[in-house]
Structures are given as structure tokens and as C-alpha cells.
């Protein structure tokens, strides 16, 4: 029954359709090599060799398709007759001429597609009265620089894309009127500087894609007035080796990512201001080391990627301050640990990502072994490379059973610790060796009798060698004292003590210069260290001593100079004075501050 009556209607339906196809047809006509669909109002001319805009087009149309064709030029008033028009896509034709007024009377257009094509010049006025445009492509021509006022119209563009082409300038007022544009994407441009003037009319930019540009370093305040930007992605700029420290000031970002560069290291200045930021990616750059305290202000922080960085070191409380971080990709590195003494609180961490790295499976990640049926780990399982009895191992494959064989971690014990007590002449060089085992190979620090750290980073006359030597270049009286040896890994530490007398040499002269030219005071800036350790009377009574021989050195050294300065001058003056300076325990002494420097004043006869 049912068949049959559909077979009956089958006739007329098509009857109808072809009637109003028809009567469409002629109404609009459709030029002679294109597709139209009436229904939409469209017109398709993709890819049909022509070199120019073809005839039959029907007024009314709304979308004309006229990409991969042989169009070279667009005269004024090119589509005068289609005032209906809301999307026109030239896209990869030959255009290297517009003319002013080729747009004129298309109010309704919204999307204008001119990417691919052999532009180097839009004119001025190109755009006007656009009003209603929100989406505008011209990546990939040959345009050179970006005139003022070109798109001062286009109060309703949300969407600009300028990639690919051969900027070499933006003018300043270039992106006046674009007050409503809220995506904008510059590209594989010759541009090489980005000025903050420019960016300044954009007060609803919401998305800024910077993406392969010759960009050097990122300048002060450059972003400052897009108060509205919530995602910067600066991608592939080689040579961008700094951040500023307010190159992000006034900006209130989400989403940032700077990968491709050549930065090493965080820019932890830059980033500071960013409170608001949730998603960071560093993916990409020469970082090595993730210093401590890097992430400090970014409080909001989910998402951290540091991916295929040649990260070898995330330091102790590198991730401090990212409370509510829920995602940290740090696969593809050259890491052989991820502290839990890194972060903040592991707690709020959902995925990670620590594969493809060196890791060496001992106490240190015991951490993600315990979390390892919760954590997600993105399919990725993070894999032993040491010790050699598991290595290949994946993490989850261990049953618990066996987990306190192999995380373990064995507490540093320093080798040879026979007392070393070293006397020397001033300007001479000292060493004292601290070797210790342990298990992962532990870290070997000193500190001096004034309580500075002194690590194999220190600068200046002492310094730490790899293999935990503690070297002192041109040896002073005030160097004298008991230093301390502190050998510490993940499983505890070791200590160990050794001290050095500085004798005042009797030619003063011989080495004194060159340290004092060498070694800079001011420039010296070592950490302090409170230390924990309970020093045993001797010792104490020691460095009290040493102290109290070095100021007594001292003056009996200007003494000594004063005599022989006499003896060699005579009489011509009879005015001088000796200046001996305190070193200062807590910051660098103020020059003109009190007790910083005291001055003893001498007349002679
Ligand atoms: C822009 O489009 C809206 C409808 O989307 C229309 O009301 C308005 O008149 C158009 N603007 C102009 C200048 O034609
Ligand atoms: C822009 O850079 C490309 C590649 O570096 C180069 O081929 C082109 O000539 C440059 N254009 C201008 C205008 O300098
Ligand atoms: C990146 O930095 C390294 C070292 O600072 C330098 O040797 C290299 O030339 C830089 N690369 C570029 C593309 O500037
Ligand atoms: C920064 O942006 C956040 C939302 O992304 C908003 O809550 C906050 O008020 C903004 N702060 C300022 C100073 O604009
Ligand atoms: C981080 O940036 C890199 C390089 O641009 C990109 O490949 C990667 O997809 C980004 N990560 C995420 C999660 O978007
Ligand atoms: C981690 O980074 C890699 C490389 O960029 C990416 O493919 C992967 O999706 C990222 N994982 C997560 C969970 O974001
Ligand atoms: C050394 O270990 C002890 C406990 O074994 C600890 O109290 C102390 O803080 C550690 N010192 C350093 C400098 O790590
Ligand atoms: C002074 O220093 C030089 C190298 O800087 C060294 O060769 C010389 O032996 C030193 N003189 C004395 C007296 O220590
Ligand atoms: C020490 O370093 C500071 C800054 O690094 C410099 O201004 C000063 O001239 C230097 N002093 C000497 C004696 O080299
Ligand atoms: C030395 O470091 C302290 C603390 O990091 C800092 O306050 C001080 O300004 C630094 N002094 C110099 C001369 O760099």
C-alpha cells in the first residue's frame, strides 16, 4: 500500500522540483562554468580558470566561492551588483592589484578571503565602509608593510590574519578603528621589532598569535595596552634569547606559551606579574635548569609544559607557589629525577608527564611510584633508566611488594676523614678534598668560616671542582678559619670539618695586587647559610682565634707599611690615613653607611 503510494507521488514531486529549479535558474542565472545552490544563495567558481569575475552572477547572491582561479587584478566597483554578498573567498589567485572601491556597496560582507595571492601593497581605503566584516584573510602574500588607517572601518573584525606574508613594518596607526578585533595572527614575517604604539588600538585583542618572526628580544612594557588579551602564543622566534622584565606588564593573561625560542632559562621576572595565568607552555627552549622559586607568583597556574627542552635539573622548590597546578608535561628531557621537594604539594597534580627522560629509579620518586594507580600519566608511562637491574622497567609495572628494594636511596658518607688542617702563605693557592659515596651521587658544598656557601657555581677565589674539592686561588689572612664540607642527596647528609691558617707573608707586595684586581667584592655575592649543625667548642674557639689573629694581622701589617713608607719618603708629608674595612655578615657593606667602613686616621710626627 504504502509503496504504491509513494510510487504515485514520485512524478509530481520532481514535476515541482525541476519547475522551481527552473524558475530559480532564471531569476538568477548561474555563470556558465560555476555551481550554483540557490536554496543558500551560493555561487561556487572554485577552481575554474578564470581570469576574471564572470558574468551571470545573480544579484542576490550571498556566498561567491572564486578561489584557485587566474584573477590578477580587482577593479573599483568589482562587485557593485552584489550588494548581498556576506562571504567572498578569492583565496589563491594571482591578485596583485586592488583598486579603492573594488569592496565599495558591500555592506553585508562579513568574511573576505584574500590569502594566497601576489599582493605587496593594499592601498588605503581598500576596506572602507566594510562595516559589517568580522573575519579578514591576507596571510600569504607579499605584502610589505601595513599602511595607517587601512582598516580603520572594520569596527566589527574579529579576526585578522596577516601571517606569511614579507612584512617588514606595521605603521604606527596601521590598526587604528579596530576596535572590535579580537583575534589577530602575524606570521613567517621579516618583521623585527613589534611596536607597543601599533598594539595600542587594539583594546579588544583577546587572542595574539606571534608566530615565526626574526624577533630578538621581547622589549619593555611591549604589550602594555592590550588590557583585554587573554592568550599570547610567541612561537618560533629564534633568536629571541630575553624576555624583559616588564615586557608583560599590563597584560592579564591566561594562556601563554613561548616555545621555539632560544631562551635558557624561565623568565621568572616577566612572568611574575602574570597572577592570572592558568596555562603556560616553555616547550622547545634551551632551558636546562628550572631554578628554584621560577613559578612563584603564578598562583592560578593548571597547565605547566616544558617539553623537549633539555631540561636537566628541576631544582628544589622549582614549582613553589603553583598551588592549583593539575597538569605538568615535562617529557623529553634529560632529567634523572623529579623531586617531590620540587613542587609546592603534589597533591593537585592529576597528569604528568616524565617519559622520555633518564629518570634513575631510587627514593626520590617514590613519590610517583605511591600515586602511580591515580596519577594519569597520558599513556605515557615514565620508565627507569638506572639502576641497571630494572632498567626499561615502567614505573606501574613494579608490585609493591617489591618497591622498598629498588627506590631506596643510601645516606652520603664522606671518604677519608682524617683531620686536614693546611698552613699557607698569602697568595698561595689551597685545596682540601672531600670525596663522598652515596647514593644518588651526593652534592658536595662548602662553607667558609664567614658561613658562605661555596658551590662549584661560586665565583670569585673560591670555588667547588666536580669532584667536591674545595680550591681557594691567592689564599688571604681573612680566609683563615674552619671550613665545613657538606655532602647531602635525597637519603641525608654528612659533614665534615677542615681548617687554614693564612700567614701575612713577609714580601706583601708579591701576589696581593693581582688578587685585588681579580677578586671583586661587590660583584661576589654568595648565599648565606644558617647553618644547623651544633659546632663543638674547639671549633669555635678556633675561628674566634683565627678571627681575632686576622684583625690583629691587619693592623700590624699597616703599621709595618707605615714604617717603611716613612723610612723610604722622609718628611714631605705628614698626613695619612689607613682605611680597613669590616666585612659584613649580613649584606653588602654600605659605602656610606656607619660600621660598613671605619677609617683610622694617623698623623705622622
Ligand atoms: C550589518 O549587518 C546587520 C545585520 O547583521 C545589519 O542590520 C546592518 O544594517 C549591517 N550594516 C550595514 C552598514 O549595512
Ligand atoms: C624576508 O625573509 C625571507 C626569508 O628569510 C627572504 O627570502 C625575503 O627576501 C625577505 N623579504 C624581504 C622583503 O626582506
Ligand atoms: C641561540 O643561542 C646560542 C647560544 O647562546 C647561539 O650559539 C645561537 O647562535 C643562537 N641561535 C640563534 C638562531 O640565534
Ligand atoms: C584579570 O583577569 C581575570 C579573569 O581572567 C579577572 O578575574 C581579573 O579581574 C582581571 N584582573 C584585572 C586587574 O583586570
Ligand atoms: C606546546 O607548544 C608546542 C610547540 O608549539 C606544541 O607543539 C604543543 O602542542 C603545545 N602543548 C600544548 C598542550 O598545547
Ligand atoms: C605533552 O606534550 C606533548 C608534546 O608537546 C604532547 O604531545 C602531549 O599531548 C602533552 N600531554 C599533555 C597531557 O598535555
Ligand atoms: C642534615 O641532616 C639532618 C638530619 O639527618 C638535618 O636535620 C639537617 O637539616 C641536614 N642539614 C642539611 C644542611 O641538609
Ligand atoms: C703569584 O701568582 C702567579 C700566578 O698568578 C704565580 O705563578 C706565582 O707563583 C705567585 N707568586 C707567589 C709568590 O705566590
Ligand atoms: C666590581 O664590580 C662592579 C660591578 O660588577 C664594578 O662596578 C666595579 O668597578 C668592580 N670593581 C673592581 C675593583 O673591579
Ligand atoms: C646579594 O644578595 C642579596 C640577597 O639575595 C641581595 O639582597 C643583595 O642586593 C645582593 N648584593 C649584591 C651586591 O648583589
Given at each position: 500500500?504504502?509503496?504504491n503510494?509513494m510510487?504515485s507521488c514520485?512524478?509530481?514531486i520532481?514535476?515541482?522540483?525541476l519547475?522551481l ?7 538568477l ?14 555561487v561556487d567558481c ?8 564572470p558574468?551571470?552572477?545573480p ?5 561567491l566561492?572564486l ?7 580587482l577593479?573599483?566597483?568589482?562587485f ?10 578569492l583565496?589563491e589567485?594571482v591578485?596583485?592589484?586592488?583598486e ?21 601593497l ?5 576596506f572602507?565602509k ?7 584573510d591576507?596571510s600569504?602574500n ?23 606574508n614579507?612584512l617588514?613594518?606595521i605603521?604606527?596607526k ?16 621579516n618583521l623585527t ?9 587594539l ?13 630578538s628580544?621581547?622589549e619593555?612594557?611591549?604589550f602594555?595596552k ?6 599570547l ?5 629564534t ?7 616588564t615586557?608583560?606588564q599590563?597584560?592579564n ?6 616555545t621555539y625560542t632560544?631562551l ?18 616553555l ?6 635548569i ?5 613559578f612563584?607568583d603564578l598562583?592560578?597556574l593548571r597547565?605547566l609544559?616544558i ?9 628544589l622548590q ?7 597546578i593539575?597538569?605538568?608535561?615535562v ?6 629525577t ?14 604528568l608527564?616524565v ?7 631510587d627514593c626520590r620518586l617514590l613519590?610517583?611510584?605511591q ?6 600519566f ?8 638506572s639502576p ?7 614505573l ?7 618497591l622498598?628494594e629498588?627506590?631506596?636511596c643510601?645516606?652520603p ?6 683531620l ?6 698569602e697568595?698561595q693557592a689551597?685545596?682540601?678534598h ?16 664567614q ?16 669532584e667536591?674539592?674545595?680550591?681557594i686561588?691567592?689564599?688571604?689572612v681573612?680566609?683563615?678559619g ?5 655532602a ?14 693564612v700567614k701575612?707573608?713577609n ?7 693581582l ?11 654568595d648565599?648565606h647559610v ?10 669555635i674557639?678556633?675561628s ?19 714604617f717603611?713608607?716613612?723610612r ?7 698626613n695619612f ?6 666585612r659584613k655578615?649580613?649584606?653588602p657593606?654600605?659605602?656610606a653607611?656607619?660600621?660598613g667602613a671605619?677609617?683610622?686616621n694617623m698623623?705622622?710626627?
Amino acid at each position: 500500500m504504502m509503496s504504491n503510494k509513494m510510487a504515485s507521488c514520485w512524478p509530481s514531486i520532481l514535476v515541482f522540483n525541476l519547475l522551481l529549479l527552473c524558475s530559480e535558474e532564471n531569476a538568477l542565472g548561474c555563470p556558465a562554468r560555476c555551481e550554483c545552490t540557490p536554496q543558500i544563495r551560493s555561487v561556487d567558481c572554485h577552481r575554474k580558470r578564470l581570469s576574471a569575475i564572470p558574468d551571470g552572477i545573480p544579484s542576490e547572491t550571498k556566498l561567491l566561492d572564486l578561489s584557485k582561479n587566474r584573477i590578477r587584478c580587482l577593479n573599483p566597483g568589482e562587485f557593485l551588483f552584489f550588494p548581498r554578498l556576506e562571504e567572498l573567498d578569492l583565496s589563491e589567485n594571482v591578485i596583485s592589484v586592488i583598486e579603492p572601491g573594488a569592496f565599495a556597496n558591500l555592506f553585508w560582507l562579513q568574511t573576505l578571503k584574500l590569502k594566497g595571492n601576489q599582493l605587496k601593497l593594499i592601498p588605503a581605503g581598500v576596506f572602507n565602509k566594510l562595516c559589517n566584516l568580522t573575519l579578514l584573510d591576507i596571510s600569504e602574500n607579499k605584502i610589505v608593510i601595513l599602511l595607517d588607517f587601512m582598516f580603520q572601518d572594520l569596527q566589527n573584525l574579529k579576526s585578522l590574519e596577516v601571517g606569511d606574508n614579507e612584512l617588514l613594518y606595521i605603521s604606527q596607526k596601521a590598526f587604528f578603528g579596530l576596535v572590535g578585533l579580537e583575534q589577530l595572527t602575524i606570521e613567517k614575517c621579516n618583521l623585527t621589532t613589534i611596536s607597543t604604539d601599533s598594539l595600542s588600538y587594539l583594546q579588544g585583542l583577546e587572542i595574539l598569535k606571534l608566530c615565526h618572526l626574526g624577533i630578538s628580544n621581547l622589549e619593555d612594557q611591549n604589550f602594555r595596552k592590550l588590557s583585554s588579551l587573554k592568550q599570547l602564543e610567541i612561537d618560533s622566534w629564534t633568536f629571541l634569547e630575553d624576555v624583559c622584565p616588564t615586557a608583560f606588564q599590563g597584560l592579564n593573561l591566561t594562556s601563554l606559551s613561548i616555545t621555539y625560542t632560544n631562551l635558557t632559562s624561565v623568565p621568572v621576572a616577566a612572568l611574575k606579574s602574570l597572577t592570572y595565568l592558568e596555562y603556560l607552555n616553555l616547550s622547545y627552549n634551551p632551558i636546562r635548569i628550572i631554578q628554584r622559586g621560577s613559578f612563584r607568583d603564578l598562583v592560578r597556574l593548571r597547565e605547566l609544559h616544558i617539553v623537549g627542552a633539555f631540561l636537566t635539573v628541576v631544582e628544589l622548590q622549582a614549582f613553589y607557589g603553583l598551588r592549583q597546578i593539575r597538569l605538568l608535561n615535562v617529557s623529553n628531557n634529560l632529567l634523572s629525577t623529579l623531586g617531590e621537594n620540587s613542587f609546592q604539594s603534589v597533591n593537585t597534580l592529576e597528569t604528568l608527564r616524565v617519559d622520555a627522560n633518564p629518570l634513575a629509579c631510587d627514593c626520590r620518586l617514590l613519590w610517583i611510584l605511591q600515586r602511580r594507580k591515580t596519577l594519569n600519566f597520558d599513556g605515557h608511562q615514565p620508565v627507569c633508566a638506572s639502576p641497571v637491574e630494572i632498567q626499561g622497567n615502567a614505573l606501574c609495572d613494579f608490585p609493591d611488594s617489591i618497591l622498598f628494594e629498588y627506590f631506596t636511596c643510601q645516606k652520603p658518607k664522606i671518604r677519608d676523614r682524617k683531620l686536614q688542617h693546611i698552613i699557607a702563605h698569602e697568595g698561595q693557592a689551597v685545596s682540601f678534598h672531600c670525596k663522598a659515596d652515596g647514593e644518588p651521587v651526593p652534592l658536595i658544598v662548602w662553607v667558609s668560616p664567614q658561613r658562605r656557601m661555596i658551590t662549584s657555581r661560586s665565583v670569585g677565589r673560591s670555588t667547588v671542582l666536580p669532584e667536591g674539592t674545595l680550591e681557594i686561588r691567592y689564599a688571604q689572612v681573612q680566609d683563615s678559619g674552619t671550613y665545613i664540607c657538606i655532602a647531602t642527596n635525597a637519603g641525608g647528609n654528612d659533614t665534615y670539618f677542615a681548617t687554614l691558617t693564612v700567614k701575612g707573608d713577609n714580601s706583601p707586595y708579591s701576589n696581593r695586587t693581582l688578587y685585588l684586581s681579580e677578586y671583586n667584592e661587590t660583584s661576589h655575592n654568595d648565599t648565606h647559610v644558617f647553618l644547623k649543625f651544633t659546632l663543638d667548642l674547639k671549633t669555635i674557639l678556633v675561628s674566634t682565634a683565627m678571627g681575632c689573629i686576622t684583625f690583629l694581622g691587619v693592623v700590624l701589617f699597616c703599621f709595618l707599611l707605615l714604617f717603611v713608607w716613612s723610612r723610604g719618603r722622609g718628611q714631605h708629608k705628614n698626613n695619612f690615613s689607613v682605611e680597613y674595612s669590616f666585612r659584613k655578615v649580613d649584606g653588602p657593606a654600605s659605602a656610606a653607611g656607619q660600621g660598613g667602613a671605619r677609617k683610622f686616621n694617623m698623623k705622622m710626627i
